[in-house]
Structure formats: C-alpha cells, structure tokens
C-alpha cells in the first residue's frame, strides 16, 4: 500500500482582495496552516506529501515570504515534491527556479515530466508541470507509457476536468477518463480549491484534495488536506484532516418580521472565535421601514461590536411601508404634505415608485429622530 498526504493551492502571497480589512490576517493563516500540513506528515508518516501546484500566488512573492515556506518544508520528515501550477509555472522567471537551490535535500521540485520514482515505496509520481499561466492543452498528456519496475502510477497534474459549467477551454483542460488513457492508479489535481473526489466518494479514481486554507466564502470542503491509501486494484481510500486556522462562515438571513433579525444576532453571538470567523450574510426579503431602521442600527452599530475577523452584508432587503407607518408620517406637520405626495408617485409605479420608496425610509428615519428628540 502507498500512502500519500495530498494538498494543493497554497497561494502564499495572495492578496485577499475580497476581504480588504482581514486581508493581513488572511495571507497569515495561509503560512501558519502551511505549518499544519507539515505537522499532520509529521503525524501520518506517509510515503509522500504533495503539493499539487500554485504553492505561491505568482512569480512575484518577495523572497522573504517564499523562505518562510522553506522553513516550513524544511520540518517535513517525509519527501515533499512540489508541483508547478498555473500560479507559479515553471520557466526562466519562476519563483520556484528562484528557490531551488535553496531547498533541503528532501523537499524535490516536479519541474520535468517523466516518472519520479518514489523511495521508500513500488510507486512512481507522473508529473505534468505547468509551464503557462493558460494553456488548451491537456496536462496529462506528458504522462508516459507505463512500464514494469513502476508499481503504482500516481499522476500528479494541474488543471480543471472537463465537467460541462466547471472548466473553459483554455484553463488546462482534463479528460474525465484521464486515469484511464493515462495508465494510472490514481491522479491528484490542484487548481480547484474545494475538495472534490471523482468520480464518486466510494470509488475515487481523481481527487482534488482542495486549498489547505480557504480562499473565499464559496469553497466547500477547504482548509484540509487528504490522506491517499492506495493498492493496486483496489478502491483508494480517502481521509480527511483538517489545516485550515480560520472559519469562513456564509449565512442566509430573510429579513421579513422582527424575529428574524433577532434570530440573526443570537446565531451570530453563538459562532466560537469570532476573532478567527470571516462571515458573509445574504440579506432576502421585504419588511416595514421600522425594521429596516432595525437593520441599519444592527448593521452599523452592533454587528461591529462582536468582535469578528470579517463582517460583510451582501444580498437586498425590499422595504414597503405600511399603512400604519404612512399614517404615522401622515400626522407630522413637518413631513404630512411630502408623504402624501410620495404615495401619489408610489401608485403610479415605475421610476418614480424607486425615488419615492427610497425617500420614503429616508423620512421614516427623520420622523423617528424627531420623536426621539421629543421624548416620544
């Protein structure tokens, strides 16, 4: 039995626009959980760990950064190999050409295709290294034959499988049956931050193992990486470990009576280590200008305050008035005239119901200042 810890997109150095103000933090927890995937080698003592390409965000990263993950794989007390991706592909430039020399004796870069034998194992790593930022041809046609003295054939490719809506035709296009046409016992992917094992969790013949880190709110399954058991003939086995040191949490909240927002504040103070959590909340819905008002003061003043990495509102709430709000305003001398008018333009509809709905909440929020200010 082989058995190989595989990750992939470590992306050191990658700017974490999407979350600007933890953007810091972000690129920090990619190096420490760099760090938990040496540990958990360490732990599992596999034959193998491996790096599935785009360890760096581009041939770009500033050398300091780059040693630090030298440090790290020098803790490794298994072979390491490192894939080129399409992040950092190998050529004249690349960061990984940078590093080479530099790196410990048991940490091996995969910059050639061509069989890699193993040592301690009767298997052989097929690499496919990147050698382009796009490219519409398939990696794994670098694989060659098989031949006796290989044992088990590990491909180790870079690229997107051509699953119809996953994958364009100039992003390193890969074959549902590459295995197959390639000869192999099993190929490993990066490029794909979320695990994802094909074709089936029971009988996998590929795996993206996933980013060791998640990226962003849309990944599944990331922030670990996978542990291969291999035997000819026989289905692979697939363990899951965590890595990742943050949580990226994604909330649905329908916003329509005032339950709801109650609802959210209690599952947002029962998240553990909101100093660890980037959280993104899909606002839906239609509700009354008070509570819209709610929203904006739970929005600006007390989701702040509960102390998360990252706090973002996306999605749209849809606000109507009710007849009991529109009286309300109705009875104020100050506002009567211009809410009567407001409800004219609403029953006309069109452009003008927008203006007239947006102005309307801008005048609930005045009215509800005033009564404050009169101690009503």
């Known amino acids: 039995m082989v058995q190989i810890l595989a990750t992939a997109d470590w992306q050191i150095g990658m700017k974490a626009a999407s979350v600007a103000d933890a953007a810091a933090r972000v690129r920090k927890a990619r190096i420490e959980a760099a760090g938990e995937v040496v540990k958990l080698a360490n732990r599992l003592q596999p034959d193998a760990l491996i790096l599935a390409g785009d360890t760096f965000e581009d041939n770009q990263v500033p050398d ?7 440090e790290i794989l020098r803790l490794s007390q ?40 193993l040592p301690d194992a009767h298997a052989t790593l097929l690499p496919c290294p990147v050698t382009s930022r796009r490219s519409r041809q398939d990696p794994t046609e670098a694989i060659p034959p098989r031949t006796p003295e290989q ?4 491909g180790v490719a870079h690229g997107s499988l051509k699953i119809e809506g996953k994958y364009q035709d100039d992003d390193f296009p890969i074959p549902l049956d590459a ?9 490993i992917l990066g490029h794909w931050h979320s695990y994802y094992p094909y074709p089936s969790t029971e009988a996998p013949t590929i795996l993206y193992p996933g980013t060791h880190e998640q990226t962003k709110f849309a990944e599944k399954k990331a922030g670990q990486a996978s542990l291969l058991q291999i035997e000819p003939n026989e289905p692979v086995k697939i363990d899951i470990f965590p890595t990742g040191t943050l949580r990226w949490k994604k909330i649905a909240a329908p916003i329509e009576q005032a339950g709801d ?16 959590t980037l959280v993104s909340i899909e606002l839906a819905g239609a509700t009354s200008l008070a509570l819209l008002e709610s929203l904006r003061h739970f929005r600006e003043e007390v989701a702040p305050e509960l102390g998360f ?13 009710t007849p009991e709000e529109l009286e309300a305003m109705a009875k104020s001398p100050l506002l009567g005239r211009i809410v009567s008018d407001l409800q004219a333009d ?5 452009p003008k119901a927008e203006v007239a709905r947006q102005a309307l909440r801008t ?7 005033l009564s404050c200010g009169s101690g009503r």
Do not use: C, M
């Open 261 to 276: 927002l109650e609802r959210l504040e209690r599952q947002l103070r029962g998240l553990p280590t909101p100093e660890k």
């Open 309 to 321: 990495l990252h706090l973002r509102f996306e999605g749209e709430i849809k606000e109507e008035a």
């Open 346 to 350: 609403l029953e006309l509809g069109g």
């Open 179 to 187: 295995p197959k046409r390639r000869d192999l016992d099993f190929l």
């Open 64 to 70: 300091r950064l780059a040693q630090k993950v030298i």
């Open 151 to 154: 044992g088990v054939r590990i």
């Open 363 to 369: 005048l609930w929020s005045i009215k509800e200042k």
């Open 78 to 117: 298994v072979p390491v190999y490192i894939l080129p991706g399409n992040h950092d592909p190998w050529g004249h430039d690349s960061i990984l050409r940078r590093l080479e020399n530099r790196l410990p004796s048991h940490v091996h870069l995969l910059k050639e295709p061509g069989p890699v034998p």
